[in-house]
């Protein structure tokens, strides 16, 4: 069975889509640490992130710091934090959290 993200990609569930190419998906978490909370997610389905080959890891991480850099034009924050948890989703995300010394979030 398709993963939720798969299914938010495949336009089955709604999202807000921030970024999308080839490859690559992003959009905002449903339940934000903070605003802006985007999680960037592979379209080929792999549980974890250290199971894309590397050329698609490599691709992976310059779409996510596109995409970091792209929420520092819109959410004024000192920077994006990045994060890579995988609790929940069995389907590679990683999560680009805006931050501000002020917040105090826990990952
Ligand atoms: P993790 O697997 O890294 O622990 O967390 C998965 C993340 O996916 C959580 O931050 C959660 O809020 C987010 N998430 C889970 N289901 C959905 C969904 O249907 N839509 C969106 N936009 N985010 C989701």
Known sequence: MAS???????GEIPCYK???NEQFF???DINPLAKGHTLVVPKLERDYIFDLDDKMLQ????FAKKVAAAI??????QRVGLAVIGL????AH????????????NF
């Open 94 to 105: 990683i999560h680009l959290v805006p931050l501000n010394t002020a917040n105090d979030i």
């Open 4 to 10: 939720i993200f798969s299914r938010i990609i495949a």
């Open 26 to 28: 992003a959009f905002l």
């Open 72 to 77: 520092m034009q819109v959410i004024p924050c």
């Open 18 to 20: 921030v970024a999308e």
């Open 88 to 91: 929940d989703v069995p389907h």
């Open 59 to 62: 691709d992976y991480i310059l």
